[in-house]
């Protein structure tokens, strides 16, 4: 498969736009932190980017949702788009920007895109009688009384005055769109999906609506206000400057779009991969490189929702265990595209096992027998034996297979690629344990075998260290101290340069602590 992460000198990313009809779970977190994971290996290889996240804040069924909690829409949407920023921020999640969709540049952004489709005469006013499912906020084709198929919710009968996108016009342009970038809807089976649902026929669909007020009003047709998936996809945009006059904001937009990913949830892929393309396609703005969809993050094997009453917290795990064994339990224990069943009883496993056990428990040994054995300073590089050049060849093996891996985002193999050499390098420094002499080894042979293996076992943490940061961040940060590479300017870059390879170097090691100690 073709690398859908771009090596370009700037990339951007985008997590879905977060509806504030409830506090985010754990699978909004899981999409965000896929999301921080890409944007931190690519500002460590040197890539200038830019990661937004947001919440989209307006439509029909915030208007209920409001008006139940005894609050405005603004009020609701404020309250509820803060408990998603503060999340973020407690997660350490290094978004460039959070948009909110009642903010006024995404309203001008919004209304110039309306505008421009109208203007190119892709947008006509017409009437519309048909079923509505307020849940997902989408027209669907079924019989009055009928639930949605998608979420099996009734759906509502509306007649109303709507503004229509000529979406028909788009359908052949579409297919053959998709026909010379087979990898611009990934995984696979969504890409299935949205063929076959283009290939039924598209109709025009309706782009705003009359039977309430909370959204974006069409501009000069204030009684209409824009269909809150045309809203919510203008973000993307909206949030680079799409449609300032500022010229701060038309060169960040120049720069940064088309997107390089958009992160979606499976269930919105039409909305991503049929009617946002269409829309820029109409408007002569260039298409985002791909579009990649994650499962559903399952507990109980069930789907995570309000309704089933089967939510998990994500600050429930992080302030137990910490971010990092929450990230690390999504990344490899679920692989990238498929559904995943989140587990407290997985979870404690992987963090036992794979972290504290392992890594954790790996760094520790090394760094206190650096200190016991050399005063804090890894020695400095020895003649190989079989035995290290078989670590040294599985370090660079394993750097080979990481990246492509990750970079095709396969975060589990990778990380399982990864975990081989945290116990080839266990096994090495257990094979030679330099904590014990035979009495057949005098003690000048010993302090070389020691030599030799402490530099060499450090050196396949540092570059672990290296490839595990963008899953890991506080973690790394930790090891890094750990192994002296402190005064090393910026963490990330040295942790994911793209000459990253086996290099021993003399360095101080600080004392060791519990590199991955739960708070």
Not at 26 to 37: K, M, N
Not at 44 to 49: E, F, M, N, V, Y
Not at 308 to 315: F, Y
Not at 424 to 434: F, H, I, M, Q, V
Request: aromatic share 12%; net charge positive.
């Amino acid at each position: 498969m073709t690398d859908p992460v771009s090596n370009s000198a700037r990339f951007y990313i985008t997590t879905p736009i977060y509806y504030v009809n409830a506090r985010p779970h754990l699978g909004h977190a899981y999409s965000t932190i896929v999301c921080d994971a890409i944007a931190r290996r690519k500002r460590a290889l040197g890539i200038d980017t830019w990661f937004l996240t947001g919440t989209d804040e307006h439509g029909q069924k915030i208007e209920r949702s409001a008006k139940l909690a005894g609050r405005t829409p603004n009020e609701f949407a404020t309250a509820i788009a803060a408990e998603f920023r503060g999340l973020w921020d407690r997660l350490g999640l290094t978004y460039d920007d959070f948009i909110r969709t009642t903010e006024p540049r995404h309203v001008r952004g919004v209304q110039h895109l309306f505008a421009t489709l109208r203007d190119k005469g892709y947008i006509y006013k017409g009437s519309y009688t048909g079923q509505y499912c307020v849940s997902d906020e989408a027209w669907v084709d079924v019989a009055p009384g009928a639930p949605c198929p998608d979420c099996g919710r009734i759906t509502e009968t509306v007649s109303e005055e709507n503004y229509f996108f000529k979406l028909s016009a788009f359908e052949r342009k579409l297919l053959e769109f998709y026909e010379a970038n087979p990898n611009f809807i990934q995984p696979e089976s969504t890409r299935r999906e949205v063929l076959s649902f283009v290939r039924g026929g598209l109709k025009d669909l309706s782009v705003s609506r009359t039977s309430f007020t909370w959204g974006i009003p069409v501009p000069g047709d204030e009684k209409h206000v824009v269909y809150v998936w045309l809203d919510a996809l203008v973000n993307y945009i909206s949030a680079l400057g799409y449609g300032s006059d500022d010229p701060t904001d038309q060169a960040r937009f120049a720069k940064f779009w088309p997107a390089d990913i958009h992160l979606i949830g499976k269930e919105i892929s039409r909305f991503h991969c049929v009617y946002w393309p269409a829309f820029l396609m109409a408007a002569g703005l260039p298409v985002p490189r791909s579009v990649r969809a994650n499962g559903w993050l399952l507990f109980d094997q069930g789907k995570m929702s309000k309704s089933r009453g089967n939510i998990v917290r994500a600050e429930t795990v992080q302030e137990v265990l910490g971010a990092d064994a929450l990230r690390y339990f999504l990344l490899r224990e679920i692989p990238f595209g498929q559904d995943g069943n989140f587990s407290f009883d997985a979870l404690v496993q992987r963090y036992n096992g794979d972290l504290a056990n392992g890594y954790g428990n790996l760094v520790s040994r090394v760094v206190n027998m650096v200190h016991k054995y050399f005063g804090g300073v890894v020695p400095q590089e020895s003649p190989e034996t079989p035995a290290e050049k078989a670590l040294r060849e599985a370090a660079t093996r394993t750097i080979a297979e990481f990246a492509p891996a990750f970079d095709d985002l396969s975060f589990s193999e990778a990380l399982k690629s990864l975990w081989l050499l945290v116990a080839d390098t266990d096994g090495y420094l257990t094979a030679n344990a330099p904590w014990k002499r035979p009495e057949h080894r005098s003690e000048s042979q010993h302090a070389a075998l020691q030599a030799r293996v402490l530099a060499t076992a450090a050196e396949a943490i540092r570059v672990i260290t290296a490839l595990v940061y963008p899953i890991l961040p506080d973690a790394a940060e930790k090891v890094w101290q750990q192994l002296g590479q402190h005064s090393r300017r910026s963490k990330a870059r040295v942790s994911h340069q793209p000459r990253l390879g086996w290099a021993q170097g003399r360095y101080k090691a600080r004392r060791a602590r519990a590199a991955l100690s739960p708070r």
